[in-house]
């Protein structure tokens, strides 16, 4: 027996070790994301750097966009943080090597209930083209970076740190050697972080801080305590002072900080404090000796903790802005402060230019805004798209429509594609406040929508335009209605007006929302101790409701079976039914290994197994960040981590692919994850996908797409998931394997371009060329690799381009054949660039790779919207054909002109007894050709009259680009074209018969070689 073990461990090794894995880009290939957008409702910035020298250059770092970089002034940003955690605090350039140095602290600072978190601080050398983690990886959130203006070697780094535990890694650091090395300088403790570090900018040794205690929890914020204070050094950071001389007594929240740049005794500080009537604006004239208290208007104390930054114009010490819910700003030196103008709200950083004060750039929740006036008016930078959705779905239509809710940007729905790509204007908005989740009807035109803890939840109908609220309300008996502030919405796959929602309860509408049954008992902990929302933020109270704690998050009603439903809470527990809600059993204590109260943040329901479901926990509320991801086959009975080591950040969101159940699609906070073996295996996807938070998926049916809701970079779709399903251990095993695809559809649509202009962003359209997907097991380096598209009979249509790295290849086919031959004129024919297309049928790919041949055999379709009939099709390929070969014999006909023209030349050069005759003759061909083609003139506004080649062409590449039959005005243009075609080769073999023998002998008395390419090799060219 233990011999038999022994061999079945033997064998059970070897099958694991011939397994093949492959990891990331040698797996994905070219399979690339596509983003949407949109830009209209953009993300909350949390930091804006200007260049010291150089105006045009500005830096933004994004909550969960990355960092932006603009060259022109603000008028535009391009984003240059891809490849890393999106989540922003500062951005910082160096003032001795601006053009080279840019250093980024990662983790925002603005510490409301959604942040992400960072993993340390980044260095450039290039501009931002390229970066470098320099460290502190367990920071989680840098709020200041200074840069010694003397020394580039020398950096300050103020960390705040964790958000929602305690951290030893708070307080400020330096470095002395470009950021290989770090020093803790100054620590308070593990509750206090520093959240602003700012130099003097007339002397590099006076450095000011600003510490901050505060702690948030998932159902309290705590802004406040006894370790706030704020710091001087007169000595480069070696040793530190309280400067409080003027401030009140007791406790301190947020101290924000500012020194005035043209007058650094003046400082400016707004403080958060015991007593409501004396926080606000202090100031110091004296560089922090002393402080007045000047103003405590509304705009200056509102969310201490969320809106902190100072900024003074660097010209003027009287004028001061401070960011808040509408930004202020004083002229007067604090006294007296007016909003800015209108923009998004919640302003987190304003910035002027460096040569101009009337021009500024403000940093909101929705995005960047530039000013030209002192910020009376401001305009939106409309091409920055780091919108934070919450939530996604999409409709059952072709092209589908994408359904989601934004931090603070409301809810909205637009198309995944559109004519010319999807501008601002295809959005349409269909909530206000902070949007999450939006839901269509399966079968009627109506969307789902709520804003912020089901204070509102709408139904609308789009055909109407009816709005009507339907959020459930308590009734005689019940308990307050606790609802997330993300609270969990969810239709039935089974009945299409049925509806959940959930509280602390599950609530059911059988009616689209019109009445409510509540179909479970309190499914939640109840823990009175985490109700206490009224008093949540401290020194300030901040009762937003994103405290509401103890509630259901996540509902999933399996697609199998409408009775079982799951339900996931934000205090850790997992419940189901099987009997429609009449008993639940809470399975929670079944998942061994996960910590208790770990926030369930979804539940996806397979379509493999009425038992089947998977349950993802995400800890962060606990300053945890460890993934926790499961699977149930059996009820929740028993649990299986799918989790390797791999995933590198918490999980939000999984999608289970409908077709394999070992294909599953893990959102986490640094981006996508996917797996081809159930979870043995994970790779990071990063083929134009940013490590930006993933808060939640959804898989089209119809077109096998994954579309993600991401925190920071909008709308993300992966275009067609079909090659990753059929990735098995034979697939891998293959030299080369073509994947199955659904069969390629001519799309029959407009070619029109948007109404953006250059400076708006537009989503890109999924590419409408049929896809030729293949994976390659080596990357092919030696020998020939040729693809060709064959039609039934083996005839070659084109060559394409073939993809030769290791793992998935993707080459595209726009369905056209060879463009024709044009002749040459003097100007442009764009006939040349127009290519006859394929009809629908059956087609084949022949690669050749090397020695071997390998062949796939693939379907083309018309558009099936199109009306155009079969005949109709049949006569506009024969007329395209027919006027293709035309082109081509004119231009051959040309190029025997050309030819004969340059050895009539010659010929009259080597012998000047020909010239007379010779001169003749080469002005009988030009004459011929002057009317073939046009030979004078420009190619804009001075060319000339059309000739045959031109009216030839522009006949041509109408009937070739359009589907339908030609018309019988084109028609009738043809036979007048062709009348003409036949009378100018009529012309041109005149003259060429009558003289041809004449040049022919003195070519060869004068021993000049005159051979013509043939028509094929001159058409083959």
Same mark, same amino acid.
């Given at each position: 027996?233990?011999?038999?073990?022994?061999?079945?461990?033997?064998?059970?090794?070897?099958?694991?070790?011939?397994?093949?894995?492959?990891?990331?880009?040698?797996?994905?290939?070219?399979?690339?994301?596509?983003?949407?957008?949109?830009?209209?409702?953009?993300?909350?910035?949390?930091?804006?750097?200007?260049?010291?020298?150089?105006?045009?250059?500005?830096?933004?770092?994004?909550?969960?966009?990355?960092?932006?970089?603009?060259?022109?002034?603000?008028?535009?940003?391009?984003?240059?943080? #891809?490849?890393?955690?999106?989540?922003?605090?500062?951005?910082?350039?160096?003032?001795?090597?601006?053009?080279?140095?840019?250093?980024?602290?990662?983790?925002?600072?603005?510490?409301?209930?959604?942040?992400?978190?960072?993993?340390?601080?980044?260095?450039?050398?290039?501009?931002?083209?390229?970066?470098?983690?320099?460290?502190?990886?367990?920071?989680?959130?840098?709020?200041?970076?200074?840069?010694?203006?003397?020394?580039?070697?020398?950096?300050?780094?103020?960390?705040?740190?964790?958000?929602?535990?305690?951290?030893?890694?708070?307080?400020?650091?330096?470095?002395?050697?470009?950021?290989?090395?770090?020093?803790?300088?100054?620590?308070? #403790?593990?509750?206090?972080?520093?959240?602003?570090?700012?130099?003097?900018?007339?002397?590099?040794?006076?450095?000011?801080?600003?510490?901050?205690?505060?702690?948030?929890?998932?159902?309290?914020?705590?802004?406040?305590?006894?370790?706030?204070?704020?710091?001087?050094?007169?000595?480069?950071?070696?040793?530190?002072?309280?400067?409080?001389?003027?401030?009140?007594?007791?406790?301190?929240?947020?101290?924000?900080?500012?020194?005035?740049?043209?007058?650094?005794?003046?400082?400016?500080?707004?403080?958060?404090?015991?007593?409501?009537?004396?926080?606000?604006?202090?100031?110091?004239?004296?560089?922090?000796?002393?402080?007045?208290?000047?103003?405590?208007?509304?705009?200056?104390?509102?969310?201490?903790?969320?809106?902190?930054?100072?900024?003074?114009?660097?010209?003027?010490?009287?004028?001061?802005?401070?960011?808040?819910?509408?930004?202020?700003?004083?002229?007067?030196?604090?006294?007296?402060?007016?909003?800015?103008?209108?923009?998004?709200?919640?302003?987190?950083?304003?910035?002027?230019?460096?040569?101009?004060?009337?021009?500024?750039?403000?940093?909101?929740?929705?995005?960047?805004?530039?000013?030209?006036?002192?910020?009376?008016?401001?305009?939106?930078?409309?091409?920055?798209?780091?919108?934070?959705?919450?939530?996604?779905?999409?409709?059952?239509?072709?092209?589908?429509?994408?359904?989601?809710?934004?931090?603070?940007?409301?809810?909205?729905?637009?198309?995944?594609?559109?004519?010319?790509?999807?501008?601002?204007?295809?959005?349409?908005?269909?909530?206000?406040?902070?949007?999450?989740?939006?839901?269509?009807?399966?079968?009627?035109?109506?969307?789902?929508?709520?804003?912020?803890?089901?204070?509102?939840?709408?139904?609308?109908?789009?055909?109407?335009?009816?709005?009507?609220?339907?959020?459930?309300?308590?009734?005689?008996?019940?308990?307050?209605?606790?609802?997330?502030?993300?609270?969990?919405?969810?239709?039935?796959?089974?009945?299409?007006?049925?509806?959940?929602?959930?509280?602390?309860?599950?609530?059911?509408?059988?009616?689209?929302?019109?009445?409510?049954?509540?179909?479970?008992?309190?499914?939640?902990?109840?823990?009175?101790?985490?109700?206490?929302?009224?008093?949540?933020?401290?020194?300030?109270?901040?009762?937003?409701?994103?405290?509401?704690?103890?509630?259901?998050?996540?509902?999933?009603?399996?697609?199998?079976?409408?009775?079982?439903?799951?339900?996931?809470?934000?205090?850790?527990?997992?419940?189901?039914?099987?009997?429609?809600?009449?008993?639940?059993?809470?399975?929670?204590?079944?998942?061994?290994?996960?910590?208790?109260?770990?926030?369930?943040?979804?539940?996806?329901?397979?379509?493999?197994?009425?038992?089947?479901?998977?349950?993802?926990?995400?800890?962060?509320?606990?300053?945890?960040?460890?993934?926790?991801?499961?699977?149930?086959?059996?009820?929740?009975?028993?649990?299986?981590?799918?989790?390797?080591?791999?995933?590198?950040?918490?999980?939000?969101?999984?999608?289970?692919?409908?077709?394999?159940?070992?294909?599953?699609?893990?959102?986490?906070?640094?981006?996508?994850?996917?797996?081809?073996?159930?979870?043995?295996?994970?790779?990071?996807?990063?083929?134009?996908?940013?490590?930006?938070?993933?808060?939640?998926?959804?898989?089209?049916?119809?077109?096998?797409?994954?579309?993600?809701?991401?925190?920071?970079?909008?709308?993300?779709?992966?275009?067609?998931?079909?090659?990753?399903?059929?990735?098995?251990?034979?697939?891998?095993?293959?030299?080369?394997?073509?994947?199955?695809?659904?069969?390629?559809?001519?799309?029959?649509?407009?070619?029109?371009?948007?109404?953006?202009?250059?400076?708006?962003?537009?989503?890109?359209?999924?590419?409408?060329?049929?896809?030729?997907?293949?994976?390659?097991?080596?990357?092919?380096?030696?020998?020939?690799?040729?693809?060709?598209?064959?039609?039934?009979?083996?005839?070659?249509?084109?060559?394409?381009?073939?993809?030769?790295?290791?793992?998935?290849?993707?080459?595209?086919?726009?369905?056209?054949?060879?463009?024709?031959?044009?002749?040459?004129?003097?100007?442009?024919?764009?006939?040349?660039?127009?290519?006859?297309?394929?009809?629908?049928?059956?087609?084949?790919?022949?690669?050749?790779?090397?020695?071997?041949?390998?062949?796939?055999?693939?379907?083309?379709?018309?558009?099936?919207?199109?009306?155009?009939?079969?005949?109709?099709?049949?006569?506009?390929?024969?007329?395209?054909?027919?006027?293709?070969?035309?082109?081509?014999?004119?231009?051959?006909?040309?190029?025997?002109?050309?030819?004969?023209?340059?050895?009539?030349?010659?010929?009259?050069?080597?012998?000047?007894?020909?010239?007379?005759?010779?001169?003749?003759?080469?002005?009988?061909?030009?004459?011929?050709?002057?009317?073939?083609?046009?030979?004078?003139?420009?190619?804009?506004?001075?060319?000339?009259?059309?000739?045959?080649?031109?009216?030839?062409?522009?006949?041509?590449?109408?009937?070739?680009?359009?589907?339908?039959?030609?018309?019988?005005?084109?028609?009738?243009?043809?036979?007048?074209?062709?009348?003409?075609?036949?009378?100018?080769?009529?012309?041109?073999?005149?003259?060429?018969?009558?003289?041809?023998?004449?040049?022919?002998?003195?070519?060869?008395?004068?021993?000049?070689?005159?051979?013509?390419?043939?028509?094929?090799?001159?058409?083959?060219?």
């Amino acid at each position: 027996m233990w011999v038999a073990c022994i061999g079945i461990l033997s064998a059970t090794n070897a099958l694991a070790q011939d397994k093949i894995v492959l990891k990331g880009k040698e797996l994905f290939g070219d399979i690339q994301a596509r983003h949407l957008g949109p830009a209209l409702m953009s993300g909350r910035i949390t930091d804006l750097e200007v260049h010291p020298t150089n105006n045009k250059i500005i830096y933004t770092g994004t909550a969960g966009g990355g960092v932006w970089k603009s060259n022109d002034g603000g008028a535009s940003f391009n984003p240059i943080f #891809d490849e890393h955690i999106q989540s922003i605090g500062c951005v910082t350039i160096d003032p001795s090597k601006p053009d080279q140095n840019i250093w980024v602290g990662t983790g925002e600072t603005w510490t409301r209930n959604s942040v992400s978190m960072g993993d340390g601080i980044y260095k450039s050398t290039d501009g931002g083209q390229n970066w470098k983690n320099m460290g502190l990886p367990k920071s989680d959130r840098i709020s200041s970076i200074v840069v010694d203006p003397k020394n580039s070697d020398i950096v300050w780094v103020g960390v705040l740190g964790a958000l929602w535990g305690d951290s030893d890694e708070r307080g400020i650091y330096k470095t002395t050697d470009g950021g290989n090395t770090w020093n803790k300088v100054l620590f308070v #403790d593990n509750k206090t972080g520093c959240s602003d570090l700012i130099i003097d900018p007339k002397n590099s040794a006076i450095m000011y801080a600003s510490f901050w205690e505060f702690r948030r929890t998932g159902w309290s914020f705590s802004s406040g305590g006894t370790k706030s204070a704020l710091y001087k050094s007169v000595d480069g950071g070696k040793t530190w002072n309280k400067i409080h001389t003027g401030f009140p007594a007791g406790q301190l929240g947020r101290i924000a900080i500012a020194v005035a740049p043209s007058n650094s005794n003046i400082l400016y500080s707004v403080l958060e404090t015991e007593k409501p009537e004396l926080n606000g604006l202090y100031r110091s004239d004296d560089a922090g000796a002393n402080w007045k208290h000047l103003n405590n208007d509304f705009g200056l104390v509102v969310r201490p903790f969320y809106f902190s930054r100072i900024t003074v114009d660097p010209k003027n010490p009287e004028i001061v802005v401070k960011g808040g819910l509408s930004g202020s700003i004083s002229r007067d030196g604090g006294k007296t402060f007016k909003n800015l103008g209108n923009m998004h709200s919640d302003i987190h950083d304003i910035v002027f230019d460096i040569n101009d004060s009337n021009r500024m750039y403000c940093g909101t929740d929705g995005g960047v805004y530039r000013s030209w006036d002192g910020a009376n008016t401001m305009e939106m930078v409309s091409n920055i798209p780091v919108s934070q959705f919450y939530h996604v779905s999409i409709d059952d239509k072709e092209p589908f429509n994408v359904y989601g809710g934004l931090q603070d940007n409301g809810s909205w729905y637009g198309p995944s594609k559109s004519p010319g790509g999807i501008e601002s204007r295809d959005w349409t908005r269909i909530g206000q406040g902070d949007g999450f989740r939006v839901i269509k009807h399966p079968t009627k035109n109506i969307i789902y929508s709520e804003m912020q803890g089901a204070e509102n939840v709408w139904r609308y109908n789009t055909d109407t335009q009816e709005l009507i609220t339907i959020q459930p309300l308590a009734v005689k008996g019940d308990p307050k209605l606790r609802f997330n502030w993300n609270a969990p919405m969810e239709i039935s796959k089974k009945q299409a007006d049925r509806f959940y929602m959930g509280s602390q309860f599950v609530h059911k509408s059988e009616d689209m929302g019109r009445t409510w049954t509540k179909i479970s008992p309190d499914l939640t902990t109840n823990d009175a101790s985490k109700y206490n929302t009224e008093k949540s933020g401290g020194l300030s109270v901040d009762n937003s409701g994103a405290e509401k704690h103890c509630t259901i998050f996540t509902i999933a009603e399996s697609p199998l079976n409408e009775k079982v439903i799951w339900a996931g809470t934000d205090d850790g527990n997992v419940q189901v039914t099987k009997d429609g809600g009449k008993t639940w059993t809470n399975v929670v204590a079944n998942i061994a290994g996960l910590p208790k109260n770990t926030w369930c943040y979804h539940i996806e329901a397979s379509t493999f197994g009425e038992g089947t479901a998977y349950a993802v926990f995400e800890g962060h509320a606990k300053n945890d960040y460890t993934p926790y991801t499961y699977k149930t086959t059996d009820f929740g009975k028993t649990w299986k981590s799918i989790i390797t080591s791999d995933v590198d950040g918490f999980v939000r969101n999984i999608q289970e692919d409908f077709t394999n159940e070992n294909l599953l699609f893990l959102g986490t906070e640094k981006g996508l994850y996917i797996t081809i073996d159930g979870g043995a295996n994970w790779s990071h996807f990063t083929n134009k996908m940013p490590s930006v938070a993933v808060h939640y998926m959804e898989l089209s049916t119809k077109t096998n797409s994954l579309v993600m809701a991401t925190h920071g970079r909008g709308v993300i779709i992966l275009d067609d998931i079909t090659p990753l399903r059929q990735i098995s251990q034979d697939v891998l095993a293959k030299d080369v394997h073509f994947f199955d695809l659904k069969p390629a559809v001519i799309e029959e649509q407009s070619s029109f371009g948007t109404t953006a202009t250059e400076l708006e962003f537009v989503g890109n359209n999924p590419s409408s060329s049929a896809q030729i997907i293949y994976y390659l097991k080596k990357r092919h380096t030696l020998g020939k690799m040729d693809l060709e598209i064959q039609d039934e009979q083996g005839n070659k249509i084109v060559s394409l381009p073939a993809g030769k790295q290791k793992g998935i290849n993707v080459v595209a086919w726009d369905y056209n054949m060879k463009n024709p031959k044009i002749a040459s004129g003097k100007t442009v024919s764009f006939a040349g660039f127009t290519s006859p297309r394929v009809q629908e049928g059956n087609y084949k790919v022949v690669m050749t790779k090397g020695k071997d041949t390998y062949t796939h055999t693939f379907k083309v379709l018309n558009d099936p919207k199109s009306s155009i009939s079969a005949a109709d099709r049949g006569k506009q390929k024969e007329t395209t054909r027919e006027l293709f070969n035309k082109n081509e014999e004119l231009a051959y006909a040309v190029y025997e002109i050309d030819e004969t023209v340059k050895l009539l030349d010659q010929l009259i050069a080597k012998n000047k007894g020909f010239a007379k005759n010779g001169t003749k003759i080469k002005t009988d061909f030009e004459n011929v050709k002057a009317k073939m083609v046009v030979t004078t003139g420009d190619a804009y506004v001075a060319s000339a009259e059309p000739q045959l080649r031109e009216k030839l062409g522009e006949l041509y590449a109408s009937i070739a680009s359009n589907f339908t039959a030609p018309s019988p005005s084109q028609l009738e243009n043809k036979e007048s074209i062709m009348q003409r075609f036949d009378s100018e080769m009529k012309d041109f073999k005149t003259v060429k018969t009558k003289n041809e023998a004449t040049y022919l002998k003195q070519a060869k008395e004068q021993n000049i070689p005159f051979v013509l390419k043939t028509f094929a090799e001159f058409i083959s060219e």
